[in-house]
């Protein structure tokens, strides 16, 4: 009995919409009962790097497909290329479908799963006249084949018997030949529009161990040939792909048809399943780059510190910079599915993340670049302890006291001493709320040797415990503080989208913000000096930040700036 497919630890309700064009197809084939009702799909990544927000899209796409209509989802690895795929990289994926809150129960298959079925199929179609070995180079087959502006020509080996044809590919199996000596290539039509259909290359020669089937195998088939046929194997009825195969979707057809023309009797039997191809727009997003050859150079070069670095787009960083499952799937709903690869602004993500963290995440204070604050009134050794909510929405989660003394910490970016108009934080003569404590108002500066301020006089308003006055006055400004004698140092890592432009180019690695870190010593109230890593936070006024799971150590957490309060890019491009 086939498995469900399962979502732990589900998204916000769903809005309510109509079915997108995908699923439209769906619901037609069900009303028609073209699958008798079932619906099964893949997501069928190459094991060949760390998975990123593009896949996670397809991920939610695929698996939410499978949930909806109460059908299936299968996990599959396109494993046809050992050159580049490794263990390290099948379990890094598995591990990222699981954290998104997916499950595909039994249904954990390989293209190396057929891989004998697969060469079987093959020589079947050697017998049925539409396949032949070519001994031309990869170079050469490439230049016959033309574009979508020149004319494919004929091989000539495109005639060879199919005896020769099958007798030269048992010997590419039995390792006779060399790497790229000959290719087992389709006999379609080279006069064809479409490139794809241009008697497209099936099966190469390649002597490399293969991470799973080890040193058995020497040609290995390519993915256009065996993805359909695994769809098929695998009764898969909607085979759901990006955009950019549109074009080869007459490949796909064409290949499972010729499969059906297998005689009884025949060394293997044609596959039953007749899944449909339909392809989406894939995920742009700017201010980064989803080309797996460009991640890849991001890493090997060293310009992040692996895939799994807060400032990638990988799933695998995003999850360690703070991201939650749900503000990823949240996100993947919100963009929806489309025909076409428009370009989604970053801050859709961003606003996906702290949409979900603003209801979930405790709040804390933090004070990133410390100015020092001395109250001239309050007596030395004194110390009240004053409550702060611990959620402003979720009562349940009750307060905690916070320390409070003569001497403070604010943040330098809430003082000016000469304001601009509309700065309502503190500035000489001033008065500011101090987030759940008290009114103070600024006496003194005192500065360094190079003008630099480096410490604040101020008076408190006794009178003023809980952020309200007694005479009733009201002050516009509220900022954010901690007690200095009680404060604890926390390393906080400033996250920023990894490069400068909304869209990067060939020129990428020049593209790069030299901004995407800053690491500080904050200085924090002292309940976030013991959290565990994996805890999140909001540090008020501050931003979300997340105790990396990777760097932390019991009683010192290292701390992630996940996303800002408020989206600064926004405001910069308006000032542009």
């Known amino acids: 009995m086939s498995s469900t497919v399962k979502a732990s630890a589900p998204a916000a309700e769903p809005r309510e919409q109509g079915p997108n064009f995908i699923e439209a197809i769906i619901e037609e084939d069900n009303r028609t009962g073209v699958y008798g009702g079932q619906v099964v799909t893949r997501f069928p990544p190459e094991p060949n790097g760390y998975l990123h927000i593009g896949h996670a899209k397809s991920i939610c796409l ?5 949930l909806k209509y109460g059908g299936r989802t ?6 046809t ?3 580049t795929e490794e263990p390290e990289f099948v379990e890094s994926i598995l591990g990222d479908v699981r954290w998104l809150g997916f499950d595909w129960g039994t249904h954990l298959h390989y293209a190396s799963d057929y891989f004998e079925q697969l060469y079987r199929f093959a020589e079947e179609l050697i017998k049925l006249g539409r396949a032949y070995v070519c001994s031309l180079t990869a170079e050469q087959i490439s230049e016959y084949r033309g574009d979508f502006f020149k004319p494919g020509r004929d091989s000539p080996f495109r005639q060879r018997s199919v005896d020769e044809n099958l007798a030269l590919f048992r010997d590419m199996r039995a390792g006779i030949f060399q790497d790229g000596q000959h290719t087992l290539r389709l006999k379609i039509d080279m006069s064809a529009g479409n490139p794809n259909l241009r008697d497209p290359p099936i099966y190469r020669i390649r002597r490399a161990r293969h991470h799973r089937t080890g040193d058995a195998w020497c040609i290995y088939p390519l993915y256009d040939y065996t993805h359909c046929i695994s769809d098929a194997i695998e009764g898969i009825t909607h085979s759901i792909c990006t955009l950019e195969f549109e074009a080869h979707r007459a490949l796909y057809d064409w290949v499972l048809a010729e499969l059906k023309n297998i005689p009884p009797g025949a060394s293997v039997a044609p596959p039953r399943g007749s899944p449909k191809q339909i392809e989406f727009g894939r995920l742009n997003l700017t ?3 989803m080309s797996k050859r460009k991640l890849l150079r991001l890493v090997n070069e060293g310009h992040v510190e692996g895939w799994d670095d807060p400032r990638m787009l990988t799933i695998a960083g995003l ?3 703070g991201f939650t499952p749900a503000s990823v799937r949240n996100f993947a709903a919100l963009i929806g599915v489309t025909k076409n690869d428009a ?4 801050s859709v993500l961003e606003n996906a993340v702290r949409e979900d963290l603003n209801a979930s995440a405790p709040r804390a204070l933090a004070v990133l670049r410390p100015l020092k604050v001395v109250l001239e009134n309050w007596p030395a050794g004194d110390v009240d302890h004053v409550d702060l909510v611990n959620h402003p929405l979720k009562p349940e989660l009750g307060t905690r006291k916070v320390p409070f003394g003569r001497e403070l910490y604010i943040d330098a970016e809430d003082f000016e001493e000469q304001p601009p108009k509309g700065f309502f934080r503190l500035a000489p003569g001033k008065e500011v709320r101090l987030r759940g404590a008290y009114f103070i108002t600024c006496t003194a500066v005192k500065k360094d040797a190079g003008g630099k301020v480096v410490e604040l006089t101020c008076t408190v308003d006794r009178d003023s415990r809980g952020g309200e006055a007694k005479d009733g ?15 604890v140092d926390v390393r906080a890592r400033l996250y920023d989208r990894l490069f400068s432009v909304e869209n990067p180019d060939d020129t990428f690695l020049e593209q790069l913000n030299p901004h995407s870190l800053d690491v500080v010593v904050a200085k924090a109230e002292p309940s976030l000096a013991q959290a565990a890593p994996g805890t999140h936070v909001q540090l008020e006024r501050v931003g979300y930040f997340f105790a990396d799971p990777k760097d932390s150590k019991p009683g010192a957490p290292v701390w992630n700036r996940v996303v800002g309060l408020k989206d600064s890019w926004s405001k910069e491009k308006k000032k542009g």
């Open 287 to 289: 201010y980064t780059v």
């Open 74 to 79: 299968h996990m599959r690895f396109d494993d």
């Open 81 to 83: 290329n050992p050159l």
């Open 319 to 321: 999850r360690r910079r």
């Open 62 to 66: 695929n698996f939410g497909l499978g």
């Open 343 to 346: 370009p989604i602004d970053m």
């Open 473 to 487: 006055r009201k002050v516009k400004g509220t900022i954010h503080w901690v007690s200095a004698a009680h404060a």
